[in-house]
C-alpha cells in the first residue's frame, strides 16, 4: 500500500505563491507516474498536472500553464507542485495521486490513479 500526505496548503492573495508538497511512504513510487488534481466546491474534481516517473513527460491543463511547475524527486519519495501568480479560481482542494508500480507514464484522467492523499485546502482572496 502507499500512503500519500499532502502539505502546505494555505491562505494566499491573488498574485501570491504556495508550494504544495505530497510525501509517499509504504512503497517507493519512484516507478510510479504521479499528479495532482483538485476540486473545489461544488464542482467536480479536475486534473491539473501530471509527471512521468522520470520527470521527462509532464502535463498542465491549460489554465496552469505557465503559472504552475510539477516536479520530483524520487529519491525523498517527494512530489512538488510550485504554484506562481495564484488566482481566485485556483481556490479548491488539492490532490495528490499516484498509480500503480510500472505504471510510469504521465495521466491526464483520474481513473489512471489508485493512490490519493487526503487533500489540502488551497485558497485565494481576490
Known amino acids: 500500500q502507499v500512503r500519500l500526505v499532502e502539505s502546505g496548503g494555505g491562505l494566499v492573495q491573488a498574485g501570491g505563491s504556495l508550494g504544495l508538497s505530497c510525501a509517499a511512504s509504504?512503497?517507493?513510487?519512484?516507478?510510479?507516474?504521479m499528479g495532482w488534481f483538485r476540486q473545489a466546491p461544488g464542482q467536480e474534481r479536475e486534473f491539473v498536472t501530471a509527471i512521468s516517473r522520470s520527470g521527462g513527460i509532464i502535463y498542465y491543463r491549460d489554465s496552469v500553464k505557465g503559472r504552475f511547475t510539477i516536479s520530483r524527486d524520487n529519491g525523498k519519495n517527494t512530489v512538488y507542485l510550485q504554484m506562481n501568480s495564484l488566482k481566485p479560481e485556483d481556490t479548491a482542494v488539492y490532490y495528490c495521486?499516484?498509480?500503480?508500480?510500472?505504471?510510469?507514464?504521465?495521466?491526464?484522467?483520474?481513473?489512471?490513479?489508485?493512490?490519493w492523499g487526503q487533500g489540502t485546502q488551497v485558497t485565494v482572496s481576490s
Open positions: 509504504g512503497r517507493t513510487v519512484s516507478s510510479y507516474g
Open positions: 495521486a499516484a498509480t500503480t508500480p510500472y505504471r510510469g507514464d504521465a495521466y491526464v484522467d483520474a481513473y489512471e490513479y489508485r493512490y
